[in-house]
């Protein structure tokens, strides 16, 4: 709308010079064409030589006038476009906190997004508000996911996000709206944990913690994480290697937590078809080198709901010990992650699609 409003403007100032430049063109002309008439010897001034001058004077006031009027219009429509400029830097602002990138790292929680653990929602999940919360217990969507086949219900109160204009979550008003909903459904819950006082505030209300793929290597974070006396959820970071990734593991259980399960979303590559690259084979790799529960996250890992249906089948033929499947009751309005989530309808039918793929894996 900026550029638009600049191009606007320009066209204004132009349209202005040229007319004005147009007038002036004319009244040099007129003048040039009396010294002419003088140089030649008319001495005296005829009918036409007057009518001629007063062509030239009323062209001259009606220049003026042009220019005046033009004036006026431009400071009326600069006002207008300066009025339209700051509409659209205001809408441009709260744009700021729907966009994330490749970052654009839908809510979760009780409030908005749920994100839910499945067995036999990255760093970007978070609770919107109490108002969603209600709305959500009051449609029953919790006992939707849970009957789908939903075990833990993830709640992002707390959000590292690439923009510090992004919504950054409600922090513990959040992790009390999570715990209410957890309660009213019978649902585990858990929570990203960024610093020393989240994890403090996380243990009053949530039954796990998690650390997120940006601070998978945080080492301070790690320990107070191994201290706080809850399981461990431990993200891959996003260019981790599998070793990197089980040192940070081996921080918190140093600290005498052995219960750490660990989850694979996606790494980093050239490839931007998707939003990271689903790394499966880290799957079976890990069941070789660790006694670790592994989870995937299909949701963070694609960034599309369309692909992950077939990742989510892909992660338990391979030998997922569960997975972390985004959610939401619209998609279209959550404030963050909406284009990877999946609506209660679509996840209900992943839910049921899963379960040959479960049986085969000898899960229940």
Not at 4 to 11: K, N, W
Not at 181 to 189: E, H
Not at 217 to 227: D, S, T, V
Request: hydrophobic residues 35%.
């Amino acid at each position: 709308m900026k550029r638009r409003a600049t191009a606007i403007l320009l066209g204004i100032m132009v349209s202005s010079m040229f007319l004005s430049a147009c007038g002036k063109n004319e009244a040099k002309e007129a003048a040039n064409e009396s010294a002419q008439v003088e140089e030649e010897g008319v001495g005296e001034v005829t009918e036409e030589g007057e009518k001629v001058e007063a062509e030239n004077k009323n062209a001259s006031d009606a220049d003026d006038s042009s220019k005046a009027g033009d004036s006026a219009k431009s400071d009326e429509d600069n006002k207008e476009i300066s009025v339209k400029e700051e509409e659209d830097g205001d809408s441009s602002g709260k744009d700021l906190d729907d966009e994330s990138e490749e970052d654009a790292e839908v809510t979760e929680a009780s409030a908005g997004k749920i994100g839910v653990l499945l067995s036999d929602d990255d760093e970007d999940a978070k609770i919107d508000s109490e108002e969603m919360t209600s709305q959500i217990e009051d449609g029953g969507y919790e006992a939707d996911v849970k009957n789908a086949g939903g075990d833990m219900l993830r709640g992002g109160a707390y959000k590292p996000r690439t923009s510090p204009y992004s919504f950054q979550g409600l922090e513990e008003e959040g992790l009390k709206y999570m715990k209410e909903a957890g309660k009213a459904f019978d649902l585990a819950t858990i929570c990203e944990v960024v610093s020393l006082e989240a994890i403090e505030a996380a243990v009053k209300y949530v039954d796990m913690i998690q650390i997120g793929a940006r601070n998978m290597q945080n080492f301070i974070l790690l320990k107070e994480a191994g201290r706080s006396g809850l399981p461990v959820l431990l993200k891959r970071g996003l260019c981790a290697t599998i070793d990197e990734w089980l040192n940070a593991a081996e921080y918190i259980m140093a600290e005498g937590n052995p219960n750490v399960v660990l989850c694979e979303r996606g790494i980093r590559t050239y490839e931007t078809s998707t939003r990271n690259t689903l790394d499966l084979s880290a799957v079976p790799v890990l069941k070789e080198r660790t006694h670790l529960p592994v989870i995937v996250d299909p949701s963070h890992a694609t960034g599309a709901y369309r692909y992950v249906p077939p990742m989510a089948k892909a992660a338990v033929a391979c030998g997922a010990d569960g997975l972390m499947i985004e959610v939401h009751n619209n998609p279209a309005c959550a404030l963050s992650d909406g284009p990877q989530s999946l609506n209660f309808e679509k996840f209900a039918r992943l839910s049921k699609e899963l379960d040959p793929f479960w049986k085969l894996a000898g899960r229940n």
